[in-house]
Nanobody, 120 residues
């Protein structure tokens, strides 16, 4: 099994910053990509940002220029630096990891979610 542990959520004023982290452990052997999604209140889950094993990144238009995704491959950890936060960034943020175990079985796993609240 694969375990994802998220940290870094909280309450911040508009214009502030937060840094989310997600560490993957367990039977994951080779990671294809890691990413962050979010689910605002009353809305569907949406992509925030992803990063591949080679470092290619993809961002939602709404966060481009404000958020930065990065990863530490040696530690199977992904970070999301969130700057210039807006009230509309308020959501539960979920870590997502896609990869293979040592038997080459593909896994796509979700973290438990961490709340980010931005006050106006």
């Amino acid at each position: 099994q694969v375990q994802l542990v998220e940290s870094g959520g909280g309450l911040v004023q508009a214009g502030g910053s937060l840094r989310l982290s997600c560490a993957a452990s367990g039977s994951i052997f080779s990671i294809n990509y890691m990413g962050w999604y979010r689910q605002p209140p009353g809305k569907q889950r949406e992509l925030v940002a992803t990063i591949t094993s080679s470092g290619l990144t993809n961002y939602a238009d709404s966060v481009k220029g404000r958020f930065t995704i990065s990863r530490d491959s040696a530690k199977n950890t992904v970070h999301l630096q969130m700057n210039s936060l807006k009230p509309e960034d308020t959501a539960v943020y979920y870590c997502n990891v896609d990869g293979y175990d040592s038997y080459f079985v593909r896994h796509n796993c979700w973290g438990q979610g961490t709340q980010v609240t931005v006050s106006s």
